[in-house]
């Protein structure tokens, strides 16, 4: 199972992380300098979610904070909401 969002297909970047010693010097400082430079990887948030398909069905699929959050895949709903008892009475009336 790979690391990368089943949605917009999100996945690891590679970048650096550097280590600095010293003080700014707009606070009074010499100045920094970096001591260290060492590679990492960004991975991204990936969430296992249950997913409602356009057939009915659902899906467990592993998607991607951004995705959730703009609404790019639909939530299973577990159950029906509540529906009061009088409003099924309107309708077959």
């Known amino acids: 199972m790979s690391r990368v969002c089943e949605i917009c297909g999100k996945g690891k970047v590679i970048g650096n992380h550097v280590t600095t010693r ?7 400082g010499v ?8 590679r990492r990887d960004f991975k991204p948030n990936l969430q296992n979610v249950r997913v409602s398909l356009p057939n009915g069905g659902s899906k467990t699929m592993r998607v991607c904070t951004q995705c959730l959050r703009c609404d790019a ?7 029906k909401p509540f529906q009061f008892k009088q409003n099924a009475e309107k309708a077959n009336a």
């Open 22 to 28: 010293g003080r700014a010097k707009h606070l009074k």
């Open 31 to 38: 100045g920094t300098k970096v001591t260290g430079i060492t």
């Open 73 to 79: 895949v639909v939530k299973r709903v577990a159950q």
